[in-house]
C-alpha cells in the first residue's frame, strides 16, 4: 500500500464521496477531525478501484480508516506497521465477521473488544465510605506525571490512548485527574476523566498491582460519580475491556449497564 497525505479537506470529501456506499462498510469516524489533521499533515490516503483507506498518525503507530465496497480484492499492507484499525458494532447480533476476515486476510490480528457502559446518578448503588484511601486532584506535576505513566504502561499502546507530555500541564490545569493515596500519602492509582457534552466519562482508571484486592478502584469510581453529580439525573460513560473481569464486575455491581455497543480493535 502506498499512502501519500490529504491535502484539502476537499480531497477527504472527494474520497468520501466516491467510496462511501450503502452496501459497503466503513469505519470513518473522522469527520470532526479531518480539517485539523490535514493541516497538520497528519492524514494520509490510500485509494483503490473500489475501496479507499485512511491512515492518521498518532504518538505511537498509526489507525488505519477505510471504505471497503469490494471484500474480495485484499490489500497489500507488506509495507505497513503498527496500526490499529478500531471496528465499532452494535452487540453481538452485529459482530462484524466480515469485516474481520478481511483485514485478518490482509495480515491484521485480533486485539481488544471494549463495550461501551453507562449509568445515571440516580440508578447507581451509593459509595460505602473507605476511611483507608483518600482520593482527590492531583496537587503537583509530578502526580500528573506518575498517573500518565501509569496509564501509558497499562494499556495496549496502539490501540490504547497514549498521553504525551505535551498534554500534562492541561491536565493538571484541567482537573482532569484524580489520584489515590493510603493515610501515608503513597500513591495507589488514578482516574483520568473527559466530557462528551454534559455526560462525564472515563478515559483510563488503573490501580498499581501491588494495590489491587484493597477497593482503589472502587473509591476512584466513586469519587468520580460524586464530584459530577448535580441532580439525579446526571449520566456517565465509559468503555472498558470485555478481557478486565475485574473491572466489569466493578462497574456492574455499581450500577452501570453495557449500553449496546463494543468496538473491536485489530493491529498489525
Avoid at 491512515?55 to 503507530?61: A, D, R, S
Wanted: with cysteine; aromatic share 12%.
Amino acid at each position: 500500500m502506498i499512502f501519500n497525505k490529504v491535502e484539502t479537506i476537499e480531497r477527504y470529501q472527494q474520497i468520501i464521496e466516491r467510496y462511501y456506499s450503502k452496501n459497503g462498510v466503513s469505519n470513518d469516524y473522522l469527520q470532526r477531525d479531518a480539517e485539523t489533521l490535514i493541516k497538520k499533515g497528519e492524514l494520509l490516503e490510500c485509494c483503490e478501484e473500489n475501496n479507499a483507506y485512511l491512515l492518521v498518525k498518532k504518538t505511537v503507530g498509526h489507525r488505519m480508516y477505510y471504505y471497503i465496497n469490494d471484500f474480495n480484492t485484499i490489500p497489500n499492507c507488506s509495507n505497513i506497521k503498527d496500526v490499529v484499525v478500531e471496528i465499532l458494532y452494535r452487540g453481538e447480533p452485529f459482530y462484524p465477521q466480515q469485516e474481520i476476515g478481511f483485514l485478518k486476510n490482509a495480515g491484521f490480528k485480533v486485539n481488544l473488544t471494549r463495550d461501551l457502559y453507562t449509568g445515571i446518578y440516580k440508578d447507581l448503588v451509593p459509595p460505602i465510605l473507605n476511611k483507608n484511601i483518600e482520593v482527590r486532584y492531583t496537587t503537583t506535576m509530578e502526580e500528573v506525571e506518575f498517573a500518565c505513566n501509569l496509564f501509558n504502561i497499562s494499556f495496549d499502546t496502539l490501540s490504547g490512548d497514549y498521553i504525551s507530555q505535551e498534554e500534562y500541564s492541561t491536565l493538571f490545569q484541567n482537573k482532569s485527574i484524580l489520584i489515590a493515596t493510603d493515610r501515608n500519602q503513597n500513591l495507589l492509582g488514578a482516574l483520568h476523566q473527559s466530557f462528551t457534552g454534559k455526560v462525564a466519562c472515563i478515559s483510563h482508571i488503573v490501580v498499581l498491582p501491588e494495590a489491587r484486592g484493597y477497593h482503589v478502584g472502587q473509591s476512584l469510581l466513586n469519587r468520580f460519580v460524586e464530584n459530577h453529580m448535580e441532580t439525579e439525573k446526571s449520566r456517565y460513560m465509559f468503555w472498558v475491556q470485555q478481557q478486565n473481569t475485574a473491572a466489569v464486575s466493578m462497574y456492574q455491581k455499581k450500577g452501570f449497564k453495557y449500553a449496546g455497543k463494543s468496538t473491536i480493535s485489530l493491529i498489525k
